[in-house]
Structure formats: structure tokens, C-alpha cells
Antibody, heavy 122, light 107 residues
Framework: EVQLVESGGGLVQPGGSLRLSCAASGFTFSSYWMHWVRQAPGKGLVWVSRINSDGSSTSYADSVKGRFTISRDNAKNTLYLQMNSLRAEDTAVYYC???????????????WGQGTLVTVSS | EIVLTQSPATLSLSPGERATLSCRASQSVSSYLAWYQQKPGQAPRLLIYDASNRATGIPARFSGSGSGTDFTLTISSLEPEDFAVYYCQQRSNWPQTFGQGTKLEIK
């Protein structure tokens, strides 16, 4: 059974940092692109970042570029999101999601974690 | 950035009825469109990808159609568990974007 379990969320002050983790199991993690998608309270879904299967290629939404860094450790089956210079508008539930395509990214998300809430507030 | 506009914002129907949800793109996305279902407090679930392909384990009552800029998600006969929020998503152009959602509620 595919499982994605996020952790690392919490309350942080504006300008602070947080690192999210996503532990994957039930599939060959190193064969899949992975994504982070966020959802502000009561709002819709917004794509944040993606990383290819071996970690050599990444991309980011303009709203987080230069502040967030996606990475992965295939030996530990874990995806990360390092978030720096956090702003109030980054407050959201952050989901990790598996890319539907495997080695070749499809851009769709077939499995999602349960999400971790990040609250940026003083 | 491609904007996806979903309509209606809220759809009120009864179990057993047919639901038709619309997603319109600000420019052509070919057939690179997906639909997701999200229930309160849960993560989204992939229903349809590439406009008309059902994802693994999705019941046949869910179907998708369309290409270019106009897409439709149809639920042929609503079950109680189908009442949720539905999002469309395009992956044709970077960055991928989602619609604002349609809430399907029980009438």
C-alpha cells in the first residue's frame, strides 16, 4: 500500500524557517517524481514545487522561488521541503504528492499524504 | 499562467441524480487535464487524468470529457459518498494550475 506521511509543520514567526518531511513507503520511491502542493485554510490547491526521481532537477512556483528548496533522500525514502523567509501568505496545509508518471513526469498526482499545517504568525 | 475557471461554484443535487461539472481554461491545454475529489479534512484523490482516463480504482460512474479549453466531469448517478469538492488541474503549461473548485452538496 502506498503511504506518504508528512511531518514538520507548526507555528513559525514571519521570517522564520521550517523543514517539512514526507516519508514514503509501499512503492519504489526512487522511481518517481514528487511534488509539494499547498492549500490555504478554506482555499483551493496550489502547486509549490517538484523534483525528479534522482533529485537532479527541481522547479518552483514563482511565489516560493528563492525561499523554498525541495530535496529528497532516496536511501531514506524521504522528500523534504526547506522553507525560509516565511510569510503570512505561506500559511497552509502542505501536501506531498506522488507524480502519476513514474520516471517521466505526468504532472498529475496519484497519491497524497494527509498534509501538515504550517502557520506563519507573530 | 493558465487560469482554470470551474462552474458552478456550488451544485446542489440529490443522490441518484446526474452531476455535470465544468472546467474552462484560459487557453488550450490540449487533453492535459485532471479531476480530483476532496472531502473535508482529507487529501485530494485523483479521479480522471488526460481529460478522460479514470485513475486506478475509480468507479465507472465518474467520466471526463473535453479538450482544448472546455472540459466536463460527469457523475452518472450520485452516491452519498460523492458529495465533496472537485478540482480540475492542468499540466499542459508550466506552472501546473488548479481550478478554484466546485462544491457538490446534498440538496
Amino acid at each position: 500500500e502506498v503511504q506518504l506521511v508528512e511531518s514538520g509543520g507548526g507555528l513559525v514567526q514571519p521570517g522564520g524557517s521550517l523543514r517539512l518531511s514526507c516519508a514514503a513507503s509501499g512503492f519504489t520511491f526512487s522511481s518517481y517524481w514528487m511534488h509539494w502542493v499547498r492549500q490555504a485554510p478554506g482555499k483551493g490547491l496550489v502547486w509549490v514545487s517538484r523534483i525528479n526521481s534522482d533529485g537532479s532537477s527541481t522547479s518552483y512556483a514563482d511565489s516560493v522561488k528563492g525561499r523554498f528548496t525541495i530535496s529528497r533522500d532516496n536511501a531514506k525514502n524521504t522528500l523534504y521541503l526547506q522553507m525560509n523567509s516565511l510569510r503570512a501568505e505561506d500559511t497552509a496545509v502542505y501536501y506531498c504528492a506522488r507524480d502519476h508518471g513514474g520516471y517521466d513526469s505526468s504532472g498529475y498526482h496519484d497519491y497524497w499524504g494527509q498534509g501538515t499545517l504550517v502557520t506563519v504568525s507573530s | 499562467e493558465i487560469v482554470l475557471t470551474q462552474s458552478p461554484a456550488t451544485l446542489s443535487l440529490s443522490p441518484g441524480e446526474r452531476a455535470t461539472l465544468s472546467c474552462r481554461a484560459s487557453q488550450s491545454v490540449s487533453s492535459y487535464l485532471a479531476w480530483y475529489q476532496q472531502k473535508p479534512g482529507q487529501a485530494p484523490r485523483l479521479l480522471i487524468y488526460d481529460a478522460s482516463n479514470r485513475a486506478t480504482g475509480i468507479p465507472a460512474r465518474f467520466s471526463g470529457s473535453g479538450s482544448g479549453t472546455d472540459f466536463t466531469l460527469t457523475i452518472s448517478s450520485l452516491e452519498p459518498e460523492d458529495f465533496a469538492v472537485y478540482y480540475c488541474q492542468q499540466r499542459s503549461n508550466w506552472p501546473q494550475t488548479f481550478g478554484q473548485g466546485t462544491k457538490l452538496e446534498i440538496k
